[in-house]
């Protein structure tokens, strides 16, 4: 019986040495690895909350380049509203909000950034939306 030999024990130990790595050069790697060294890696990269790590960190950039290029702070915009207040902003720009983060809607991970929010429409001007904590809040 022949004993595999193991690169890494697990993602983070993976992720350590390659996280520098251009995307070719990560795919090179990883071609590299035995079927049961890629499996385990996968299963930590799972389980160990990678996933969820990297989806954050993508969220937070979109959330600061947001900010650098509107001067609206979404977390804080929401921190508001979860506490009540009602905050205005403009119809275009929550557009944009949404545009950037669909790809994140789907499986919820935008509700760190928009969870709890009911959008309304403005009826005194169409360009403009109410960011609410009540569904049926009307201005």
């Known amino acids: 019986m022949t004993s595999q030999k193991t690169v890494f024990k697990n993602f983070e130990e993976y992720w350590y040495y390659a996280r520098f790595f251009t995307d070719r050069q990560k795919e090179i790697l990883l071609k590299s690895f035995s079927r049961a060294e890629k499996d385990n890696i996968m299963t930590s990269y799972i389980n160990e909350g990678w996933s969820e790590l990297f989806t954050r960190n993508s969220l937070d950039k979109i959330i600061d380049n947001f900010k650098n290029k509107s001067g609206y702070d979404l977390l804080d915009i929401r921190a508001k509203v979860l506490k009540g207040k009602s905050v205005y902003m403009p119809k275009h720009l929550w557009n944009s909000i949404i545009n950037l983060l669909q790809p994140y809607i ?13 959008v309304i429409d403005s009826s005194a001007n169409p360009n403009i939306v109410l960011l609410t904590n009540d569904p049926i809040n009307k201005d």
């Open 106 to 118: 789907e499986s919820q991970s935008s509700n760190y950034v928009i969870g709890g929010i009911y």
